[in-house]
């Protein structure tokens, strides 16, 4: 900045801010051209981008940041275009007009959870679920050879369809589907989901035929709109590939492993992990259905209409791939608009939460090693380096919100911790957890 260039000041901004609710509010502003020109310009001295779609997202931060200090407000969600609004557009000539809705939320003090009672299922890793999974490595690394019917083990190429219980409209259609068979009645995996006991369905099925199997989502299935339901599974067999199991000695040297023993204890410790981490996923699903009435608030209006669009968003881009003409579309859409909004709700009021209580009265650090180590561990899974995954979530404005993320999840895992933790049985967790999502 040089000696005679003043900074620019939010009282130019003329912001007003009107509450609707605790939780939320309309953000108001009329930026004129030449305070935008200055900020361009700001903005090609720190080297940043500067075209107007960047100037623009940058003056929104500017905005909300100097809005929440102006009005003693802390902004939880990003701002969005007020209903009935036109998205605000900037230009070099013609006062940029601000007029958004935002998400609020006053500290809350952390929840006393000691009379929140989590199930937590004892389901330790036996002999006997080692030997399905040396079983299903012999499976993996086994010879293929080209087969008329389905007999186990196989692996069958095959278009799937899946349909819930009782609608017509297929939620997954997938053209290419690779399906392991490995054994008369065992667990089927679909889409990346377990349906146990349903391969029997398929034994002798021809190449080229189809058959239909029922079954039910598992209890613990990530989507709330489909755990326990019943859904009709359609299967065409483009293929079927018969497999003859691999030796265990074959098995060791794919894996570099010098005895079975060793492989075994290998394998143990990975199913344990998977155990952790499934324990954890239940302890967390069972805190956040009680959060809301440890810590009740109002509506987040812009969170709501952030989830439910995204869920939007979704689903056309399904309904694209499946072919579906836009009125096929808008029908399927506003079929299940009520329980789309009522689990954008559910997920809104716990994310607002879950932001409203200060780290620090949950002992929780989110540091930059923290960051980093998460932003390395998401830059792998999609194959692009650290720094360049960190720099796109910066330049879309998602950066603040990946923070949030992180923070998030460790604050649930604190609130988890400061509960009462009950051990039970499989078969106890599971009908408590069917009566709960009933």
Known sequence: MSKTESPIDPAECH???????????????RVPSSLVRRFRKKMRRTGADAELSDVKL???????????????????????????????????????VLDVEVDTAAALKFPDCSGVELLQPESPVTEAMIDEEMNNQCLQAGKRASATAVSAPCECVARVQMRLAPEESPFYAAERDQLLIAATDSTLLVAGVAFPGVTAALIGVAAGSTTSIEASFPLDHPSALLRGRPVSISITLDSVQSIQPATVDEVL?????????????????????????????????????????????DRPECRIRLLAARAEGEFRGLARARGWSDERTLQELEAHKARALAVAERQARLRVILQSIPLASSQVDINETTLTDRIASLAAERGVRPEEYRNALVKSGKFEEFVADVAAEALLDALVRSATIKKVSEAEWRAAMEAQRA
Request: hydrophobic content about 40%; charged content about 25%.
């Open 253 to 297: 040297k794919q894996y570099g492993s010098t005895t079975e023993a060793r492989l075994r204890t290998q394998v143990k410790f990975a199913l344990e992990q998977r155990r952790v981490q499934s324990i954890r996923s239940t302890l967390r699903e069972q805190m956040e259905r009680a959060l809301p009435t440890l810590c009740p608030i």
């Open 15 to 29: 912001l007003i801010y009107s509450p609707a609710s605790g939780v939320h509010g309309a953000l108001t502003a």
């Open 58 to 96: 940058a003056l929104l931060r500017f905005l909300c940041g100097a809005a929440s200090e102006q009005f003693k407000i802390r902004i939880v969600t990003p701002p969005m275009v007020r209903k009935g609004v036109k998205e605000p557009r900037l230009s070099l000539d013609h006062d940029f």
